[in-house]
């Protein structure tokens, strides 16, 4: 099984402050994924790297896949109270075409206080 | 548009007793899943459908069966529920890209299971 380690677990701060969480494996993967989840709610894409040592970034959110493809970085810049959720990450290998599942982190729980 | 659509969305049972877990999703995807989410460990991957036709074990498979019904419909049956099986259950479901990388996953809402 191919372990996906994300840190920090708990993670509570001030609005307007940065901060960044992590997620690291012993293994490649072909591709990696974060995703967002809210309470009593599915966890919901918010991007997909692919490229070892790629960087995406969506507003104030910054991902970054690093270049052996074992690790990923998520920085979120100016954190709003919006922010707050559940963040995880998902790795895959791209068995069958994608299709054999990902492989999920612990995830890391988040509260932006106003 | 619904997307993945999971019932029902909270179910107690008494250890012993059987379910099933509906599924359906409206997006025309090939791929169905099923995970687990328990405090503390995550989503753990119990089966998968690749396609319509064919089902795969998971990382937590024991205790589960499913049964990929058409393309739009997976569900998963618990035969005789025991308590280590209280969680909360998603569905999610992708499209195969025929690539060396996985489509992302689009969940359902979830089921939260009691089983006392």
């Known amino acids: 099984t191919q372990l996906l380690e994300q840190s920090p677990q708990f993670l509570s701060i001030q609005e307007g402050e940065n901060l960044t969480v992590y997620c690291n494996s012993s293994s490649v993967f072909s591709s990696l994924q974060w995703y967002r989840q809210e309470p009593g709610e599915g966890p919901v894409l918010l991007v997909t790297?692919?490229?070892?040592?790629e960087v995406k970034k969506l507003k104030r959110l910054t991902f970054q896949f690093g270049d052996a493809r074992k690790d990923s970085s998520l920085h979120i810049t100016a954190a709003q109270p919006g922010d707050t959720g559940l963040y995880l990450c998902?790795?895959?290998?791209?068995?069958?075409?994608?299709?054999?599942?990902?492989?999920f982190g612990k995830g890391t729980h988040l509260i932006i206080q106003p | 548009n619904a997307g993945v659509t999971q019932t029902p969305k909270f179910q107690v049972l008494k250890t012993g007793q059987s379910m099933t877990l509906q599924c359906a999703q409206d997006?025309?995807?090939?791929?169905m899943y099923w995970y687990r989410q328990d405090p503390g460990m995550g989503l753990r991957l119990i089966y998968y459908s690749a396609s319509e036709g064919t089902t795969d074990k998971g990382e937590v498979p024991n205790g589960y069966n499913v049964s990929r019904l058409n393309k739009r419909e997976f569900s998963l049956r618990l035969e005789s529920a025991a308590p280590s099986q209280t969680s909360v259950y998603f569905c999610?479901?992708?499209?195969?890209?025929?690539?060396?990388?996985?489509?992302?996953?689009?969940f359902g809402n979830g089921t939260r299971l009691t089983v006392t």
């Open positions: 790297v692919v490229t070892g040592g």
């Open positions: 997006m025309n995807h090939n791929s």
């Open positions: 998902a790795g895959g290998r791209g068995s069958g075409g994608g299709a054999d599942g990902l492989t």
């Open positions: 999610a479901s992708s499209w195969i890209n025929g690539g060396s990388y996985n489509s992302p996953l689009h």
